[in-house]
């Protein structure tokens, strides 16, 4: 499911991992002020990811995959936005400073598509738009880890990389793909296939927009 998506969406694909942002994480010439920007607008994007995971324990039609979805929330709720808020001390941010920051457009943008996308169909249609952020972070960060330099001290976006490169998010890309596949089995029907297409370009443009509000500094 999840390779023919990306097979057919390849261009918004590529322009979301290969995005300036992204290359400029790699040799560690992205301006301190984008990233630091990205980084409160991605704990702000996590809070809402959150709420997609209740939203998927609700939609799911089984106790396993109410389960499943249960186990992402804990991890986003319990340890990513730890890891996150750690994050933003070693830059300078604290908690107060994080939460008290408004919402971008960008962050509104993929975040309400993809609840809206969940509340409108079912979990084959909210996993959809979600796999960009769970899978393609994980290509991202293993694409970068393989560039010369990019995980040495000298490269302020070493910790970045490392983490999205690591085994247990490598584990967590890989989950997301085995769901995507488990809930096509269910759900998918030819008919029904450009309609999830939809979804998942979509959301792989408003992930690219995400990079490009840290890369201007927008709001």
């Known amino acids: 499911m999840f390779e023919q998506l990306k097979r057919d969406a390849s261009s918004e694909w590529d322009a979301y991992c290969r995005h300036e942002f992204v290359e400029q994480m790699g040799d560690g010439?992205?301006?301190?002020?984008?990233?630091?920007?990205?980084?409160?607008?991605?704990?702000?994007?996590?809070?809402?990811?959150?709420?997609?995971?209740?939203?998927?324990?609700?939609?799911?039609?089984?106790?396993?995959?109410?389960?499943?979805?249960?186990?992402?929330?804990?991890?986003?709720?319990?340890?990513?936005?730890?890891?996150h808020l750690k994050l933003c001390k070693e830059w300078g941010l604290s908690a107060g400073q994080v939460e008290g920051v408004a919402e971008a457009r960008a962050t509104i943008a993929y975040t309400r598509f993809v609840l809206d996308a969940g509340q409108a169909g079912d979990l084959?249609?909210?996993?959809?738009?979600?796999?960009?952020?769970?899978?393609?972070?994980?290509?991202?960060?293993?694409?970068?880890?393989?560039?010369?330099?990019?995980?040495?001290?000298?490269?302020?976006?070493?910790?970045?990389?490392?983490?999205?490169?690591?085994?247990?998010?490598?584990?967590?890309?890989?989950?997301?793909?085995?769901?995507?596949?488990?809930?096509?089995?269910?759900?998918?029907?030819?008919?029904?296939?450009?309609?999830?297409l939809e979804i998942f370009r979509q959301a792989t443009r408003l992930e690219a927009d995400f990079w490009q509000m840290g890369l201007e500094l927008s709001d």
Not at 32 to 40: D, G, P
Not at 146 to 152: D, M, S, Y
């Open 124 to 196: 084959l249609d909210l996993f959809t738009a979600l796999a960009p952020c769970m899978i393609g972070y994980g290509e991202i960060g293993a694409r970068l880890a393989n560039i010369p330099g990019a995980l040495e001290d000298t490269n302020p976006y070493a910790v970045w990389i490392g983490e999205y490169a690591s085994d247990e998010y490598q584990a967590v890309a890989n989950d997301t793909i085995a769901l995507l596949d488990e809930l096509a089995t269910t759900y998918m029907s030819d008919a029904r296939y450009p309609r999830l």
């Open 29 to 83: 010439s992205l301006s301190r002020a984008s990233f630091r920007h990205y980084l409160v607008q991605d704990y702000l994007f996590l809070i809402q990811f959150a709420r997609a995971y209740g939203l998927a324990i609700y939609k799911s039609p089984s106790l396993k995959l109410m389960r499943q979805s249960h186990e992402g929330l804990k991890a986003i709720l319990d340890v990513e936005m730890n890891l």
